[in-house]
Antibody, heavy 123, light 105 residues
Framework: QVQLVQSGAEVKKPGASVRVSCKAS????????IHWVRQAPGQGLEWMGM????????TYAQKFQGRVTMTRDTSTSTVHLDMSSLRSEDTAVYYC????????????????WGQGTLVIVSS | YELTQPLSVSVALGQTATITCGGN??????VHWYQQKPGQAPVVVIY???NRPSGIPERFSGSNSGNTATLTVTRAQAGDESDYYC?????????FGGGTKLTVL
C-alpha cells in the first residue's frame, strides 16, 4: 500500500540543525511531489515547501527560505528535510505528505501523510 | 491569502454539523478538507470541493461558492469528533485554514 514512514523523534539545542527523513513505498517515487507540513503543539498546520523527487525541483514557503533544504535520494525512495538555526519556536511535529495525483504541481491534495516526527528544540 | 475557520463547532449526536472556510473568492479555487484526530496525521475527507476519497462515509460532503467553502457532516457520530482543516493553493503555495474542532455532544 502507499505509505510514507518518517524517522524518529529528535531533541536539539537552539542553533543546531536537524534532518527529518521520509521513506516512500507503494508508488512510483519519482512521479509525486512530496510536501512538508509542520504543526506546533496545540496549533494548526503550517506548509513548509515541496520537492519533486524526479527532478529534485523545490519550492519553499517564504518563511523558511534560507533555513530549510529539501532533498531526495532516489536509490532509497527517501526525501529529507534539513532545517538549520533551530529555535524554540521550531518545536513541532513535522509531517511529509504525498500529492495524490502524479506530477500535480498545484491544486491537488495530500494523500497519504507520514506518521509525523516530533522535533523538540530546547536548551 | 488567508483562510478563516471557526475555532469550534458543536453538534448533537445524529445531527448535522457545518464547518465553514472563508477566503477571498474561494469559489474560484479547489478546496480540500482534512480530518485530524489527536496524535494522528491528517486524512483527506473531501478533495476538489465535493469529492470523497474511497473509504470516507457518504455522511461527509462539501461545497464551495463565492467567499465560503463548507464541509458538512450529516448524522454526526462520536467518531467524527476531530479537528478539521481546509486547504487551498494560492500562487504555487499551500494555504491551510486555522482548523476547527468539531465536538459531538
Amino acid at each position: 500500500q502507499v505509505q510514507l514512514v518518517q524517522s524518529g523523534a529528535e531533541v536539539k539545542k537552539p542553533g543546531a540543525s536537524v534532518r527529518v527523513s521520509c521513506k516512500a513505498s507503494g508508488f512510483t517515487f519519482t512521479s509525486h511531489y512530496i510536501h512538508w507540513v509542520r504543526q506546533a503543539p496545540g496549533q494548526g498546520l503550517e506548509w513548509m515547501g515541496m520537492i519533486h523527487p524526479g527532478g529534485a525541483g523545490t519550492t519553499y514557503a517564504q518563511k523558511f527560505q534560507g533555513r530549510v533544504t529539501m532533498t531526495r535520494d532516489t536509490s532509497t525512495s527517501t526525501v529529507h528535510l534539513d532545517m538549520s538555526s533551530l529555535r524554540s519556536e521550531d518545536t513541532a511535529v513535522y509531517y511529509c505528505a504525498r500529492v495524490a495525483i502524479s506530477d500535480c504541481y498545484t491544486g491537488c491534495w495530500f494523500d497519504p501523510w507520514g506518521q509525523g516526527t516530533l522535533v523538540i528544540v530546547s536548551s | 491569502y488567508e483562510l478563516t475557520q471557526p475555532l469550534s463547532v458543536s453538534v448533537a449526536l445524529g445531527q448535522t454539523a457545518t464547518i465553514t472556510c472563508g477566503g477571498n473568492n474561494i469559489g474560484s479555487k479547489n478546496v480540500h478538507w482534512y480530518q485530524q484526530k489527536p496524535g494522528q496525521a491528517p486524512v483527506v475527507v473531501i478533495y476538489r470541493d465535493n469529492n470523497r476519497p474511497s473509504g470516507i462515509p457518504e455522511r461527509f460532503s462539501g461545497s464551495n461558492s463565492g467567499n465560503t467553502a463548507t464541509l458538512t457532516v450529516t448524522r454526526a457520530q462520536a467518531g467524527d469528533e476531530s479537528d478539521y482543516y481546509c486547504q487551498v493553493w494560492d500562487s504555487s503555495t499551500v494555504v491551510f485554514g486555522g482548523g476547527t474542532k468539531l465536538t459531538v455532544l
